[in-house]
């Protein structure tokens, strides 16, 4: 498991670093092109200004000197200073004769005066076969000669043609070394980010692969393994983080549901059996007028049972945060109106009156029938616990964001074992003939809505309950 675990992730890594570097060569592949044009045109453009600013000169040189036996001495020394006057870089060249030359035609394009390589005739025949605008250098390929010549021309005013040329062997030299630098860069630069990105992926997919190998340990019998905590504050980090409170999530939930069983089966015991002694007595009575007590007894206890299901487990999902609640808006007056006419019958049998002090206009967002059922619990437990004569009072008040409900009584109050367990389950006084899951069921309902829930006897008696939900 884990060796397959660890090639995979050294598969990923690669992948990763890979793909990354692909992209990066690829991106600085794409600058360097660029880079080597704009360098290209730029030695260029540096060239053509020569070679139109010298070839001017030599024009102008050529114009003003008189026809003559000197002519062409003048115009040949010009043309050799010409040549020494290059763009830095070709004057390095051993003979910069070789790299430069001047040349001038008549109209018919016979040679009148050469300053440069020695093989002349060629030149000539190459150089009057190509169409030239004036003044507009161009490319010629001269046989003999590995790099092309940047040739521009210009015609004199007695028709003759200067023609000057420089071989671009600098140039094509400045751009191969450019290319042959910037291939060592481009390969130690992808080696190195290859390096650096594998090692990194490597490293992240280690503390991924914690998580993997944690989540692939968890089963039904264990739920205590938990991811190393990693320091810092970045994704891994925060994934740990999370996976570790979802683990201890579960781990309570589990834990909460084994409790809920253990306690579903002890509660149940004693309902089950006394549904069965009910049914069991009805079936021993020999008069049909006798069946009816018993059965109506265990229809009374089914009631229950199913009541008592239904609580625990509306706790049990409160207290593991899963309760399925439909909120909606409440108007609390008339719901709790409602509530207390429904109950007034049972309620003026025993003998207990009840009180309301409603606000007008209160609403919450909550659920209809978690609320209802709060409600009816309270007046159960009134109708439960208090003895005749007692009085239940109940007041609805708006403050400050939050509303509050109150409820009172003047009975016996609290027992004393109970009061600093008032809302866990199954805590109950010892007098008690129900199941501890009254108040339970209250603060689940209250913390469910985001709200808080307090208890405890009154100095004058009776108890108080102080409910606040926000609005």
Not at 372 to 397: F, Q
Request: glycine share 6%.
């Amino acid at each position: 498991m884990s060796s397959r675990t660890n090639e995979r992730g050294v598969t990923a890594a690669w992948r990763i670093a890979l793909g990354s570097t692909l992209v990066f060569a690829l991106g600085t592949m794409i600058a360097f092109l660029l880079l080597h044009e704009f360098v290209s045109r730029e030695i260029q453009r540096r060239s053509d200004a020569w070679l139109t600013g010298e070839v001017s000169v030599l024009s102008d040189v050529a114009e003003r000197t008189p026809r003559g036996a000197l002519y062409d001495r003048i115009v040949d020394e010009v043309a050799q200073l010409a040549t020494k006057e290059i763009p830095a870089g070709i004057s390095s060249v051993s003979d910069p004769t070789q790299a430069v030359f001047f040349m001038e035609t008549d109209a018919n394009d016979s040679l009148k005066l050469w300053v440069g390589p020695s093989d002349s005739a060629v030149f000539t025949r190459i150089i009057t076969r190509n169409r030239f605008k004036p003044e507009i250098p161009i490319n010629v390929a001269i046989a003999g000669h590995e790099n092309p010549y940047r040739v521009v021309q210009f015609v004199a005013n007695d028709g003759n043609v200067i023609y000057l040329g420089m071989s671009e062997r600098n140039d094509h030299q400045v751009l191969v070394r450019m290319r042959g630098y910037f291939l060592m860069i481009f390969v130690a630069i992808v080696l190195l980010g290859f390096a650096i990105t594998f090692v990194s992926s490597r490293q992240l997919l280690r503390r991924v692969q914690r998580v993997t190998e944690t989540a692939a340990q968890i089963d039904q019998d264990n739920l205590q393994s938990r991811v190393p905590a990693i320091d810092g504050n970045d994704e891994v980090a925060q994934l740990t983080a999370t996976m570790n409170r979802m683990l201890d999530r579960i781990s309570r939930t589990v834990e909460q549901l084994h409790s809920m069983s253990d306690a579903l089966a002890h509660d149940l015991r004693s309902p089950i059996t006394a549904v069965r002694g009910r049914l069991e007595q009805a079936l021993m009575a020999d008069e049909p007028g006798r069946i009816k007590e018993p059965i109506a007894a265990a229809v009374e206890e089914l009631d229950q049972l199913a009541n008592l299901l239904t609580t625990s487990l509306d706790v049990a999902e409160a207290r593991a945060g899963a309760l399925r609640m439909h909120r909606t808006r409440l108007g609390l007056n008339q719901l709790v109106h409602s509530i207390v006419e429904l109950y007034e019958p049972s309620l003026h049998e025993r003998a207990i009156s009840v009180r309301l002090q409603c606000e007008e206009g209160i609403e919450i967002e909550a659920d209809a029938g978690l609320f209802h059922r709060m409600l009816a619990n309270i007046l159960n437990n009134a109708m439960r616990h208090l003895p005749p004569g007692s009085t239940v009072s109940l007041t609805l008040r708006r403050d400050d964001g939050m509303m509050w409900m109150t409820v009172e009584d003047n009975g016996p109050g609290f027992p004393p074992e109970v009061c600093a367990r008032l809302f866990e389950k199954h805590v109950k006084g010892r007098s008690s003939t129900g199941h501890g899951l009254g108040l339970a069921f209250l603060h689940a309902v209250t913390v469910a809505h985001g709200g808080t829930i307090e208890g405890r006897n009154r100095t004058s008696g009776g108890t108080q309950l102080i409910l606040r939900f926000p609005c």
